[in-house]
């Protein structure tokens, strides 16, 4: 899929500002209400825009901790077993199977201490799981899912 000048300036204020109305994207970009909503539907219809979210403070619902656990499998057979796990598991955000040390990376989240370690006593329990080796997050220097698009 191609973009032309538009899209991109579409795409750059929903990343900036998710919530910016039709009306006010329309006027920034210079086409009508109907052009600008056949263009988002085009967007999200070829996969381009993957949904809109809002993004909560985690220390309001008392999440605490925020640790980046590597995991080290034994083999690549648990691999589909290792990815329902992670799937199912509501403390990982997010996880990602990596080249270098260990086979994935989990961005997790839990209220304290004794909520990571049940955490990490879980995930050593899943089939062809090693180890884990866990870094905790002192304090966030830069959060972003802004693409830099042109």
Request: charged share 25%; net charge positive.
């Amino acid at each position: 899929m191609t973009f032309d000048k538009i899209d991109i300036q579409i795409l750059n204020v929903l990343q900036e500002k998710g919530r910016t109305k039709r009306n006010e994207i329309a006027e920034k970009v210079g086409l009508s209400l109907p052009s600008l909503s056949e263009r988002l539907k085009k967007l999200e219809e070829n996969g381009v825009i993957l949904g809109y979210s809002a993004k909560l403070n985690r220390k309001f619902f008392g999440y605490d901790i925020m640790a980046f656990i590597t995991v080290v499998m034994a083999s690549s057979k648990d691999y589909s077993s290792f990815s329902s796990h992670a799937n199912k598991t509501p403390e990982i955000l997010e996880c990602y199977s990596v080249l270098g040390e260990g086979s994935h990376i989990m961005k997790a989240i839990v209220q304290n201490t004794s909520a990571l370690e049940s955490l990490l006593s879980k995930i050593q329990s899943w089939p062809g799981v090693s180890r884990t080796i866990t870094s905790f997050v002192l304090s966030p220097i830069k959060e972003t899912t802004i693409i830099q698009i042109k």
